[in-house]
């Protein structure tokens, strides 16, 4: 049994209805802690939203894919203080240092394998930290880029007023959310599946496995420094934080805690563990103890993402449907 | 960088012995904790993080008991039984489930711990960092060897990271646990089809990785200020180790460890500013030559 | 059927908890101007390495707290400190703030992040346009390039440029009178780490024009094992050593480098080291170490400052950090600027605090005055001595000269391009 195929006008209408209640959601909740949140899961839902085509649909586990979601803080950020370009030319000088930047890395980790693939990309990872630290006049160093990332008027775009921030996120995370959707739907995104289930199949059929492979490191790098200028957009600069291999590790999470089989999951773990971070740093300064628990119950009781949990029911949902149709015809 | 300056330590005797074995003794700490997490990986196939939460246990533990005894042996001792004992239920409890799940779900119960942990020591020893004072036999002077300065204490150290490589060595090349270790390492079916409790191996393997950083952990004690937290700049130098010597070999953890202690010896003179990222350069470049490190298995 | 069920339950549960998180954390805007207390946000490092930073800040400050509301508030208003962790991660700290001030209602942030979290805050200080004292980032630039520089923003501590200028005249007496002309560093390599460094040995070759700095090394922040550094420097043979490392981070150095017998072939100036964490902790405290004030209940020897020390110890059973006086001075200030002001309004309390002058046991003189032109303090105990391994620990501390400082210190920020 085979489902239909979404096809792309179908998800062009959900991201329509998506992208217009959450552009609606503050008229209706006006509350500044909730259009921060959102900004920040825009950031984060590009970040894992792109690690997961690595992960889930192609089968790289990367452990260093913070390296972009930094790379394009700062790329994104310098390009504003020191070129002084306007925010669109800055986005795609972003987009283009990135996908460079990416092929160059991905050229040499795709020939990796499996766990060896996850260490050479947090090797890079951390190559690229320490040179943000060691680099000083350029990057500030361990201070980050300070003083602040000029936000200045674009085709009436005033990056400065929060309304316009929020909008410019929220639409930047659903026009990406889309694009990436439409790359795993097209028949590109089946020959990533079917690299990630039988390389060696794929290749027999072909397929140019390598060229594959790295199309999706550089399609992947690109949405997460779509992501990290979401970021440098709402703290009004860049940190080396953004490309340690902690941002790794949460993507990673998100990623696990939402689901890597559907596509939205990354995006629903990136809301579950802003969520989680926010409220347990309120209550407790034990969020450590707190947050490292919930990680447990989820790994060790729970063992699926939430989306997969959602995914199962409307499954069995639909099978239990299917057996009634079928016991109602006999 | 400092090029000028390298070259000079590279044609005095004195620099190059003297930072030769800062080298060796930096590479020599690292390889205990780094052996641990070889060995695991080597019969497991888990990579475990939580190594640098262990050998912060280590030292925490050693703290304890030095002061209600005021014995370093003592200390040491239950340092590395301790820490020993709790890998044990860690793997018993804990990452024994996730055997089966792919390796995401064991990363995420050793962030888990890393979380927990460290939060846990923060409550039962406090925020504030601890030193725990180097035991009288130790507080003489440094002995200088062919112009190189070498203190008594660090001698000490390298003697029992030898003794404890040579024994880890024995036990696994000629006692029959490291038999069925060798054998569980690469075929774990075949050695459970022999009636051998497989999980046993696999807790006693993890117990003695623990065993080995929480040993690094009340060893160092003495030169290491603790914190919480302390365990990860532990982790990251050791996980290097283990990859540039090769996943699951213990003489790569070993060669790996003293290569990095040479880097960071002769980095911090011609290159001050950027040794870190000279390690993950050696890192990145050996994976890129040999994917399964110096002297591991083409897996 | 079963399996099912509880699929359900678990969904139920993790959307019920869900919405509950989300309306605690997303209630729509308060208008707080009214409420009778005025809630301040504290944004700082309460977990990892340096939690005891973000622990003694918010010691000092919970004290003073309690003294000001049991005096009648600001301008009649209680103070209520919403304290929050921001791990020491600037994003974190970024978020933290902006959401203490547009979820929690809060009109005023206490600053107490390490600097790169300071410039996060700052950042959000200056898109709010709350009142915002920071009391821990000793970086100078936040306050004194004025392209850094917000009206709403004032530091309530330690400047790095003072405590360079002071600690260079008092080193430049020592060389001079030991003959210490080869000079080595070892800093931690992050921003304060060099600035400090740098400002230091510019100042001591300020007055000691043949002080030459021979070799440097440079360990990580937070670096376990600093073998390599130690006897990078002891290889060099310098007669005077330079090291602005701190916590826990200077304890390791010491016990490590005690076993090189590194502190009786040189002259140590640490600055960081007369700490009560710092002396407090380690075990084998080799004598004569010079290290900057950082603070010391018998530096001013004054009975005010005796007192708070051992208010703060009897409360929380230790002494004071640095954190902490600087953390109390910033709620001085606070309390002080309201009553000058007769407000608690956050514009009305920035008006008063520039210029201001208060009484402080933390002074140099008995006050501490809030610099106009670039709203930092000034006037502040700052002096070096030789450290002992037991009380009082620094039976000596030679004062800075505030005016010399100060001095020094215009002449720099003109060369800096600051003014």
């Known amino acids: 049994m085979t489902a239909a195929r979404p096809t792309f006008s179908r998800d062009l209408l959900i991201a329509g209805c998506a992208l217009a209640v959450v552009l609606l959601l503050p008229m209706l909740w006006p509350s500044k802690a909730l259009t921060d949140f959102v900004i920040r899961v825009s950031a984060f839902s590009l970040f894992a939203t792109s690690l997961n085509l690595l992960v889930g649909y192609t089968g790289m586990v990367s452990f260093g894919h913070g390296m972009f979601f930094g790379f394009g803080a700062y790329c994104f950020g310098l390009s504003m203080q020191r070129l002084g370009v306007s925010i669109p030319v800055a986005i795609v000088i972003t987009v283009l240092s990135t996908a460079a930047l990416a092929a160059a890395v991905g050229a040499i980790c795709i020939r990796l394998k499996d766990i060896y693939f996850a260490f050479i990309t947090l090797a890079f990872q951390m190559l690229l930290y320490s040179l943000i630290i060691a680099w000083v006049p350029l990057t500030g160093g361990d201070q980050g880029l300070m003083g602040g990332i000029p936000r200045p008027e674009f085709l009436g775009v005033d990056l400065g007023l929060e309304s316009h921030r929020y909008a410019f996120s929220v639409v930047l995370m659903v026009v990406g959310l889309l694009a990436m959707r439409h790359v795993v739907e097209s028949p590109f995104g089946y020959t990533l599946r079917m690299i990630r289930d039988n390389p060696d199949r794929a290749s027999f059929l072909g397929i140019h496995v390598f060229r594959a492979k790295l199309t999706a490191f550089i399609i992947a790098g690109v949405f997460a420094a779509l992501g990290g200028m979401v970021m440098a957009l709402f703290v009004s600069g860049a940190y080396p934080e953004f490309a340690n291999w902690t941002m790794s590790g949460e993507g990673i999470f998100m990623v696990m805690l939402g689901g890597v089989s559907t596509f939205v999951g990354p995006t629903a773990g990136a809301v579950v563990l802003s969520l989680l971070n926010d409220v347990i740093t309120r209550r407790t300064e034990h969020h450590g103890l707190f947050l490292g628990v919930v990680i447990l119950v989820f790994a060790l009781g729970l063992r699926k993402g939430v989306t997969d949990f959602i995914a199962d029911w409307l499954r069995a949902q639909r099978e239990a449907r299917s057996s009634a149709l079928t016991g109602d015809r006999t | ?299 | 059927m079963a399996r099912k069920r509880v699929h359900l339950d678990r969904r139920t549960v993790l959307k019920g908890a869900a919405a509950g998180a989300a309306a605690t954390l997303f209630a729509p805007n308060i208008v707080t101007a009214q409420s009778k207390a005025i809630r301040v946000g504290m944004p700082t490092i309460l977990s990892g390495r340096v939690a005891q930073l973000g622990t003694s800040s918010r010691n000092a400050v919970m004290m003073e707290v309690e003294k000001v509301n049991a005096a009648g508030g600001l301008a009649g208003r209680q103070i209520e400190m919403v304290v929050r962790d921001s791990k020491g991660a600037p994003q974190e700290a970024a978020r933290v703030s902006r959401e203490l001030v547009n979820s929690d209602g809060c009109e005023i942030l206490l600053d107490a992040e390490a600097s790169s979290g300071a410039f996060a805050v700052q950042e959000v200080a200056k898109d709010l346009g709350v009142l915002c004292i920071h009391t821990n980032s000793e970086t100078s630039s936040l306050t004194a390039d004025p392209k850094l520089r917000i009206p709403n923003a004032f530091r309530a501590c330690r400047q790095g440029i003072h405590d360079s200028i002071a600690g260079g005249a008092y080193a430049a007496k020592i060389a001079e009178a030991k003959k210490l002309d080869k000079w080595a560093t070892c800093s931690p390599d992050y921003a304060y780490g060099r600035d400090s460094t740098q400002l230091f040995m510019e100042y001591l070759k300020h007055f000691y024009p043949k002080a030459e700095v021979t070799t440097e090394a440079w360990p990580k922040l937070f670096q376990p094992d600093y073998t390599e550094v130690i006897t990078k420097v002891i290889q060099a043979k310098p007669q005077g050593l330079y090291s602005c490392l701190w916590g826990g981070d200077l304890t390791s150095w010491i016990d490590q480098g005690n076993i090189y017998a590194m502190f009786t072939q040189m002259e140590v100036f640490a600055i960081n080291m007369a700490d009560y964490t710092a002396l407090t902790a380690v075990k084998n405290l080799p004598k004569g170490i010079h290290s900057g004030n950082r603070y010391i209940k018998t530096f001013p020897n004054t009975p005010k400052n005796a007192a708070w020390a051992e208010d703060y110890r009897a409360r929380f059973k230790e002494w004071p950090t640095n954190w902490s006086w600087e953390n109390a001075t910033g709620i001085h200030f606070l309390a002080a600027a309201s009553k000058k002001a007769n407000s608690a309004d956050g514009k009305k309390i920035e008006e008063a605090m520039r210029g201001l002058k208060i009484d402080s046991p933390f002074g140099a003189d008995g006050t501490i005055t809030m610099r106009a032109e670039d709203q930092t303090i000034i006037g502040y105990a700052v002096g070096w001595g030789m450290t002992i391994p037991n009380e009082p620990y620094v039976p000596e501390v030679t004062a800075g000269d505030w005016k010399n400082i100060l001095e020094l210190e215009a002449d720099w920020k003109k060369r800096s391009k600051y003014t």
């Open chain 2, 1 to 299: 960088m400092d090029l000028a300056a390298l070259t000079e330590c590279l044609t005095t005797a004195s620099c190059i012995i003297t930072q030769t074995t800062s080298g060796l003794i930096i590479g020599l700490l690292l390889f205990l904790v780094a052996a641990g997490l070889t060995l695991i990986f080597g019969v497991l196939k888990v990579v475990n993080f939580t190594h640098g939460s262990f050998y912060m246990l280590g030292a925490y533990f050693a703290y304890t008991v030095n002061g209600l005894t005021d014995s370093y042996v003592l200390a040491v001792l239950a340092a590395a039984v301790g820490v020993g004992l709790f890998a044990l239920a860690f793997e018993r409890f804990f990452i024994s489930k996730v055997y089966a799940s792919n390796v995401l779900m064991q990363l995420l119960v050793c962030y888990a711990f890393i979380l927990i942990l460290d939060d846990a020591v923060k409550i039962i020893w406090g925020p504030e960092f601890k030193s725990m004072g180097m035991p009288a036999a130790f507080q003489s002077p440094p002995l200088f060897i062919a112009g190189g300065i070498v203190p008594v204490f660090y001698l000490f150290l390298i003697g029992v990271t030898l003794a404890i490589s040579l024994g880890l060595w024995l036990t696994i090349t000629r006692t029959r646990f490291g038999t069925i270790v060798r054998a569980a390492a690469v075929n774990p079916s075949m050695v459970s089809a022999l009636g051998i409790n497989t999980g046993l191996v696999y807790g006693a393997v993890f117990a003695l990785g623990g065993l080995l950083a929480g040993l690094a952990g009340g060893l160092a004690a003495p030169v290491r200020s603790l914190t919480s937290g302390m365990g990860f700049s532990i982790l990251i130098e050791s996980f290097i180790v283990t990859v540039i010597g090769g996943m699951g070999s213990i003489a790569g953890a070993l060669l790996g460890a003293i290569l990095i202690g040479l880097v960071r010896a002769f980095g911090s003179i011609g290159f001050p500013l950027f040794v870190e990222g000279l390690m993950f350069m050696l890192m990145a470049v050996i994976l890129i030559l040999k994917p399964s490190g110096l002297l591991g298995k083409e897996g």
